[in-house]
């Protein structure tokens, strides 16, 4: 099938079989490989993107399911000239990360999570962040981060 989306600003035009999950896609015909493929059954959150803003597993998305949508991937977040986007620079403020396999999963749900809850308290990002898994962090500093990044995102 013939799909049309668009990709951190870039239009994709491809012919997909029916049955291809985003995060393949993303990964294997746009070649951006930020995404991460992680337990493929949507439990650990690596292969999460923004799909017209709100934050999805992208496994658990076929291609076909996202044709005419707007996707946000982790290397769609810094600015053209290399700036990071305020949540990346939060994590890597707050060294919310350790081996990295998660992060960019976390990033995305984290982005998407503040915008829709303005105001977070620790309690509030760790109820928010809860479906996507890191097994090295603890998650204290990445809950650090999503505050600060929120923080400042509400100044």
Known sequence: MKVQITVNDRLEEHDVEP???LVHFLRETVGLTG???GC???SC???TVLIDGESVKSCTVLTVQADG???TTIEGLSSPDGD???????FREHHALQCGYCTPGMVMAAISLIAENPGLDEAGVREGLEGNLCRCTGYHNIVEAVLAAS???SR
């Not at 990071?84 to 939060?90: C, G, K, N, S």
Request: charge should be negative.
């Open 19 to 21: 049955r291809q999950l």
């Open 35 to 37: 995404t991460n493929v």
């Open 40 to 42: 493929d059954t949507s």
């Open 45 to 47: 959150g690596a292969c």
């Open 69 to 71: 949508s707007a996707i």
């Open 84 to 90: 990071l986007h305020p949540m990346q620079e939060a």
């Open 151 to 153: 923080a400042a995102a």
